[in-house]
């Protein structure tokens, strides 16, 4: 018991760690405070190939490391955010970016839900018109007298239903 | 108790219709997934495949004077192989890289990645170099122009010098009789 306790408390304080060790842009020099923010803004935008559920910005990864110092350099060789995005596309392709393009092979992606949830609506729109459609029904008059001759009989009869 | 029939049981071919179509749906979304769990997402497509080889100049690992370029790879099918003294499946591919050394059909070119010199030059030493010259790029310089993001990963470059496929992963014989034989076969009948 006592050392399931102690790794419990181990993996708390190495969580801990995990996140003071998280990068910073200390490393990195900027002229300005927007040419920071821009930095953030773009490595934040980007993949981390390695760690797939990572940002640029959030990854430990060598390879990020890699990547972040390449954005940086372009960034201060005076480059475009586009043309350092087009500049990971080409190489590493859209994947590195965290938001897919829009164009026809990720048109399933972006627009299947709204087709789902269409084609959905389609169909409880169908179900509640035909409910609405078809409302209960009166008792025929043959229905009505063969409920009074049940209802007649009853008192003589033991019960039957159950 | 007597059973009476109900209206909506009459058998309404347009109503059965509709009413499978949300399964049929489900199923095909079902379906989708399953796919989808059944791809490695490690293996990200690289958009190089048909483009020509990026430009690059590293000294070679065992022979620093000597710079392996784009030029080396002109003329001749060219196996480029990314690897590291610290990977371990690099070490599982070394000996089928090792078997497909000989083979006259291509070099074997090396990037040996992210490594440092000492410990890639041992591996060799100790078991054997498949490569015909390896560009050593330990600071990932040509690394990135190739879209390089793991070891090993393998691109295929025709003479030409176009890129014609990449494999991502370690070579074994499966991968090298269903996938790269018969493409280097057929970038071979190309000419």
Redesign the interface.
Known sequence: MSSLIKTLLLSILLLGAASVGAYTLEEFTFDSPRQQEEFRELIGKLRC??C?NESLAGSQA??AQ??RN?VYKMMRAGQSQDQILDFL???????VLYDPPLKPSTYLLWFGPFI?IG??AV?MV?ALLRKKATPDQGLSDAERQRLADMLANRDGKTD??S | MESTSLPSSKANPRRLFFALVPLALFIALVALLVFGLGNDPRKVPSPLVGKPAPEFSLPELTDPGRRVTRADLMGEISLVNVWASWCSSCRAEHQALMALSDNPDFQIVGLNWKDEAANATAVLRLTGNPYDMNGYDPDNTAGIHWGVYGAPETFVVDRHGIIRYKHIGPIDRRVWEQTLQPLVAQLKSEG
Do not use: M
């Not at chain 1, 596309?89 to 994947?95: L, N, V």
């Open positions: 190939l390695v797939q060598e390879l890699d990547l390449e596309i080409a190489r590493y392709g859209d994947f789902l084609i959905g169909f169908r039957q239903t």
